[in-house]
């Protein structure tokens, strides 16, 4: 597609159910982020996702979450038992290379929990 | 490893204004830099980027930004501020050897005084 694609746009959701969150690149983009930003807060990272590379998990808050891609495509962010404060708007990005890379941005996953 | 700070998580400017927003950022090898910008209930986009060949880096909508080697320093500005400035921006840091994720500032929402 021509743009980063993301979905479902708005997602409500249970305490306590499991919520899957998809990103579509733009083709041929070989690096893949995700992000979490609460309400009034900056970017927070979550994972990233380079080629067939190990994937940096190191922004993940909790064993709760977890993030697959297959090779160069969709990427899928699954929050299980979700909690209230997993509220946010969940933003993925991709890019041709992370190296001067420019990144284009989806926009956006908005999950609340009630 | 690399990281970027945000000085100011809120900036008010009067409209015509200067707008100066600080980043400073750390990294163990030449990065690239970036500044992002996001418009209320729009995703985010490029404003401009480092890549090491000019230090002084002009940007969509008049903004530009300087590359200050001796004090880790990538701030943004605009001699004179407009409405439609009035967004949330962020800062950005990549390395320029090797696959490392693009790294975010904490972001700096700005808001223009009539």
């Known amino acids: 597609g021509a743009g980063v694609s993301q979905s479902p746009s708005n997602k409500v959701t249970e305490k306590g159910k499991d919520v899957e969150l998809r990103c579509d690149p733009i083709?041929?983009?070989?690096?893949l982020y995700w992000y979490r930003q609460r309400l009034g807060q900056g970017l927070e990272f979550l994972i990233y996702f380079q080629g067939n590379s190990a994937p940096d998990k190191s922004g993940l808050p909790s064993d709760r979450f977890s993030a697959e891609r297959t090779g160069e495509s969709v990427s899928t962010l699954t929050i299980q038992r979700t909690q209230q404060e997993d509220s946010a708007v969940y933003l993925c990005a991709s890019s041709l290379a992370s190296v001067g890379g420019k990144a284009f941005f989806g926009q956006g996953t908005r999950l609340t929990v009630v | 490893a690399q990281s970027v700070t945000q000085l100011g998580s809120h900036v008010s400017v009067s409209e015509g204004a200067l707008v100066l927003l600080r980043c400073n950022y750390s990294?163990?090898?030449?990065?690239?830099l970036f500044w992002y910008v996001q418009y209320p209930n729009q995703g985010l986009q490029l404003l401009l980027k480092y890549t090491s060949a000019a230090t002084l880096v002009k940007g969509i909508n008049g903004f530009e930004a300087e590359f200050k080697k001796s004090e880790t320093s990538f701030h943004l500005t605009k001699p004179s501020a407009h409405m439609s400035d009035a967004a949330e921006y962020f800062c950005?840091?990549?390395?320029?050897?090797?696959?490392?994720?693009?790294?975010f500032g904490t972001g700096t929402r700005l808001t223009i005084i009539p």
């Open positions: 990294s163990s090898v030449p990065p690239y």
């Open positions: 083709s041929g983009h070989t690096a």
């Open positions: 950005a840091v990549s390395s320029t050897f090797g696959n490392e994720k693009l790294t």
